[in-house]
């Protein structure tokens, strides 16, 4: 069964001064930054065990009767 929580939790939303500052901040240090956010979130993804188990009853051979 699917549930509805929230995909991460978020130490605090940015404002609009952080984003501002973000954005002067050179491409290579922003592609780090999000290098580095998007390996936390794969982590977070493959770790829920809703996804294992989906995958576990759909995964496998598909057979045609």
Do not use: N
């Not at 991460?8 to 922003?30: F, S």
């Not at 580095?36 to 009767?65: C, F, H, N, P």
């Amino acid at each position: 069964m699917i549930t509805k929580e929230p995909p991460a939790e978020i130490e605090h939303g940015l404002t609009l001064a952080e984003r501002r500052a973000y954005m002067k901040l050179p491409l290579v240090e922003r592609r780090r930054q999000l290098a580095v956010q998007a390996e936390m979130m794969a982590k977070y993804y493959e770790s829920q065990t809703e996804t294992m188990e989906r995958e576990r009853w759909q995964g496998g051979d598909i057979v045609e009767s």
